[in-house]
């Protein structure tokens, strides 16, 4: 199949989703004319590794193989793990012309990324993801980062892969949780992008849920190829990229708030849609009938549409720190009724709260 390309210029690469990819991985780059570099730096977990490390190993025989594992869970995705990353790579003097392979979740490849890019200020850095979450988001467009105690994502770069290689299979072993979560950035892009999708998502929820395995790769190619257009239109997030942030504004307060790992990524950003679109509600931008449809479709994926009881300092404190603040001024994505979004800082704080108030009682 034709790989989808996310066009940057000379820093252009291939998403390419394919069955067995894992397996067929250095034909893959063959046939992209991605080059690879005589030492290999594979990053990833004790869980994934016990999965797919030794398929990708044995495709990969003949080339000289760093394996670097960290811990499992959003807790790892922090300075520590950066550094205990960087200190293996040069106690095993690994040089620039290396390149770096994230073999897992969004944590490996959000925290793999960071590394990549600052690594002797920049080595060749490959997104192999292995949740839905990853294939659908955080493998493509660049956002590399670590955690803060203060917040998520505090810490990071702009720095995208050379190549992304999804093989739908590995979803098979994926827990339901996880799966689920990755859904909820699937509708993201049905509510701020993709109106088919959001249809074809609500026609085919149980075929989904249950994994079948070609509505599952065309939901992948849907969700690469949206967010390939965006990431093409603005790669540091000058304007429209801000919409792939719809309901992470109330999300990563969420997350950071309960203690990071206690909410997935994904739930969290499932309740802060629904924020969200209960602004987008009360400023008339969606109907009710949109809101209770959006409300439906999260609940039939099996995500949270609740937000916790949080204080509004709380909820302030965490928002404040959102990286799309400007000039002081938090701006929110809020859906115009179903497929598409915009940015405004022009809400009033008390609308906010009673947003979150609404959406806690709502039933
Ligand atoms: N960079 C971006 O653009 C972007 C986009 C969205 C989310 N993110 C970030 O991604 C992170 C969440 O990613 P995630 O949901 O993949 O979480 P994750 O990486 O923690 O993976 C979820 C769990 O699944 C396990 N796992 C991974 N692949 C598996 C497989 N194939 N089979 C069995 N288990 C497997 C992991 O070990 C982990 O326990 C968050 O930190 C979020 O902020 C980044
Ligand atoms: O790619 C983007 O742009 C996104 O915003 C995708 C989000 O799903 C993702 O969670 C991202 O990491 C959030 O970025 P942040 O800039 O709000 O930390
Ligand atoms: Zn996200």
Redesign the pocket.
């Known amino acids: 199949m034709k790989p989808l390309m996310v066009e940057l210029g000379e820093r252009s690469y291939p998403i390419i989703v394919a069955p067995n990819a894992l397996a067929d991985f250095p034909q893959i780059c063959q046939e992209n004319r991605i080059a690879l570099p005589k030492q290999l730096v594979i990053v990833t977990?004790?869980?994934?590794a016990q999965?797919?490390l030794a398929t990708l190993q044995a495709a990969l025989a003949g080339y000289q193989m760093l394996v670097i594992t960290v811990g499992?869970?959003?807790s790892f995705?922090s300075l520590a793990s950066y550094e205990h990353i960087m200190s293996q790579l040069i106690a095993a003097n690994i040089s620039r012309d290396a390149a770096i392979i994230a073999l897992?979740?969004?944590?490996?490849?959000?925290l793999a990324?960071f590394v990549a890019a600052t690594y002797q200020r920049g080595v060749d850095f490959i997104q192999i993801?292995?949740?839905?979450?990853?294939d659908v988001?955080?493998?493509?467009?660049?956002?590399?980062?670590v955690?803060h105690p203060g917040g998520?994502?505090l810490i990071g770069a702009f720095y995208q892969p050379r190549l992304v290689v999804i093989d739908p299979n590995?979803?098979?072993?994926?827990?339901d949780r996880?799966y689920r979560?990755?859904l909820a950035?699937v509708v993201k892009y049905g509510v701020i992008y993709d109106p088919e999708l959001l249809a074809s998502l609500e026609q085919h929820s149980q075929a989904i849920l249950q994994r079948q395995p070609d509505i599952i790769a065309a939901v992948i190619r849907r969700c690469c190829e949206i967010k390939a257009a965006i990431v093409a239109a603005d790669e540091r997030e000058q304007g429209a990229r801000a919409l792939?942030n719809l309901g992470h504004t109330f999300g990563?307060a969420i997350?950071a708030a309960a203690g990071l790992g206690e909410w997935?990524?994904?739930e969290a950003v499932a309740a802060g849609m629904i924020i969200a679109a209960k602004l987008s509600e009360q400023l008339g931008e969606m109907q009710t009938s949109e809101y209770r449809r959006l409300r439906q479709l999260l609940v039939d994926m099996g995500l949270p549409v609740t937000p916790p009881q949080l204080d509004p300092q709380t909820w302030w404190q965490y928002m404040r720190r959102d990286k799309k603040v400007k000039a002081g001024a938090v701006r929110f994505v809020i859906p115009v009724g179903l497929g598409q979004a915009r940015l405004t800082s022009d809400i009033a704080p008390e609308l906010v709260d009673q947003s979150i108030q609404q959406a806690l009682t709502d039933s």
């Not at 977990?45 to 994934?48: A, S």
């Not at 897992?104 to 959000?110: L, P």
């Open positions: 977990n004790d869980t994934v999965h797919y499992d869970g959003e995705k897992g979740g969004g944590v490996v490849g959000d990324g993801p292995t949740t839905l979450l990853a988001d955080s493998s493509v467009g660049g956002k590399t980062a955690n998520k994502n590995c979803l098979l072993t994926l827990s996880d979560s990755g950035e792939l990563h997350e997935t990524h994904g």
